[in-house]
């Protein structure tokens, strides 16, 4: 069984420039997550899913920051515009709603320049 | 608000040796899970351990073991017989129960181990 997909694994862009991450579940978990892991530090969630519904997004920053899980399968986390204290890497992961099952991705590592 | 300590940045253990490493949290709640993750180079978050917080008993995964002291709010990790692959960044975490609207993971700031041969 295939874990939780993350893509690109690495990305570098511009400051003032969008840019977006995509995250697969694992088949059959409705709760889904997104993480900002800071370098040298632990990850701290921004936002969660159970099925389609943000559940949780106290974290996110909505000035910039949006994401969106149609289907409620497949999630898009954007960024726009990025700023240089965004580059961190970006950790999706996904569980059973009990909670059951947390598998995370390998995540994606923005740099800002 | 939940908080997970360690205070440890970085740790380092003679291969075969054993090492521990500290965590402690900071809850209200009677009932959670702690967890011991490990990350690799790879970035990947592995499960090493984890412990239900109703259960006295100290959880056990082969070479690792964990010392869970709920009143002192304290849950080390126990690496038996180190390896050169348990090298990592290793972090502590805190989840609520489902019943409790569990799902979020609280990270403490993770210690760095190395493994000498």
């Known amino acids: 069984e295939a874990g939780v997909v993350q893509s690109p694994r690495y990305k570098i862009i511009e400051k003032k420039q969008p840019v977006a991450f995509w995250c697969n579940p694992i088949s059959g978990h409705n709760t889904l997550y997104w993480y900002l892991q800071n370098l040298g530090q632990g990850p701290e969630l921004l936002i969660r899913y159970e099925n389609e519904e943000a559940v949780d997004d106290s974290q996110l920053p909505k000035d910039r920051f949006s994401a969106e899980r149609l289907k409620g399968v497949d999630s898009t986390l954007k960024i726009q515009p990025a700023e240089l204290g965004d580059s961190a890497v970006y950790l999706c992961?996904?569980?059973?709603?009990?909670?059951?099952?947390?598998?995370f991705g390998s995540g994606t590592r923005l740099t800002v320049v | 608000a939940q908080t997970v300590t360690q205070s440890q940045p970085e740790m380092s253990v003679q291969e075969a040796e054993t090492v521990t490493l500290s965590c402690t949290y900071d809850t209200s709640e009677s009932d959670y899970y702690l967890f011991w993750y490990k990350q690799p180079p790879s970035r990947q978050m592995i499960l090493v351990i984890r412990q239900e917080a109703y259960k006295q008993q100290n959880a056990t995964e082969n070479r690792f073991s964990v010392n869970f002291q709920k009143a002192a709010k304290s849950f080390s990790l126990k690496i038996s017989d180190s390896q050169l692959g348990d090298a990592a960044m290793y972090f502590c975490?805190?989840?609520?129960?489902?019943?409790?609207?569990?799902?979020?993971?609280?990270f403490g700031q993770g210690t760095e181990l190395s493994v000498k041969p």
């Open positions: 975490a805190y989840r609520k129960t489902f019943y409790n609207q569990g799902g979020k993971l609280i």
């Open positions: 992961a996904s569980s059973q709603r009990t909670g059951e099952g947390y598998t």
